[in-house]
């Protein structure tokens, strides 16, 4: 079974640092890997996603992952953190069954930014 | 234009009582999700349905009861409410043909006393 591993469950950082989230995975099966965005009392969004090709991946709002299948990991970067960056992020792999996706998250970890 | 829209937003409740949750999507898809969110932000799957069939179906308590009218449409029952099962409930749905990416609705946040 998939699973996923946030290291961390509270990073801060400061306004224009390198921003950098940290996730590991467990996967039988090539995986597909997301990263998810939600905002204070909102629903989830979609920054970014691995599925197959190019491991350097680009999303919305400047942020992109790479996936190292040697290191099992997909740790997304920001080069420079915005104020409205803070926020949940959660990593996620998929299990993929006919006709959808079984998505499997991480524990999330809590961006703050600092002026 | 809301893509997915749930109603209630908000939904407090007593232990014991029956209620109902509601999802629409505009999107044309034909997949649909209930994920909870527990007090700790944990996130898992409760079911997806793939037009109007039931595809997955997590460990869930007989108490949830899913329900699919149309393909637009994915409800959530919840029989005999317990003290455990306030959390943010979120529906999603997804593209046949791109499954792999989820469109989230706004989430309803269950309060059972």
């Known amino acids: 079974a998939q699973s996923v591993t946030q290291l961390g469950s509270h990073v801060s950082v400061s306004e224009g640092a390198l921003v950098l989230l940290r996730c590991n995975y467990s996967s039988s099966v090539p995986p597909y890997l997301f990263w998810y965005v939600q905002y204070p009392n909102q629903g989830l969004q979609l920054l970014l996603k691995y599925t197959t090709g190019a491991t350097l991946v680009k999303g919305i709002n400047g942020f992109e992952a790479e996936f190292k299948k040697s290191e099992t990991s997909f740790h997304l970067t920001k080069p420079s953190a915005h104020m409205s960056d803070a926020a949940e992020y959660f990593c996620a792999v998929s299990d993929r069954i006919q006709g959808a996706q079984k998505l499997v998250f991480g524990q999330g970890t809590r961006l703050t930014i600092n002026p | 234009d809301t893509a997915v829209s749930q109603t209630p937003k908000y939904l407090v409740t007593q232990m014991g009582n029956d209620k109902s949750i509601k999802c629409e999507q505009n999107?044309?898809?034909?997949?649909m999700y209930w994920y909870k969110q527990d007090s700790k932000k944990f996130l898992k799957i409760m079911f997806s349905y793939n037009n109007k069939e039931l595809i997955i179906n997590e460990t869930v308590p007989n108490r949830f009861s899913p329900k699919s009218p149309d393909k637009a449409h994915l409800n959530l029952h919840i029989n005999s409410l317990e003290l455990g099962d306030s959390a943010v409930y979120f529906c999603a749905s997804s593209h046949p043909l791109h499954t792999d990416t989820q469109y989230f609705g706004p989430g309803t946040r269950l309060t059972v006393l």
């Open positions: 999107l044309g898809h034909d997949t």
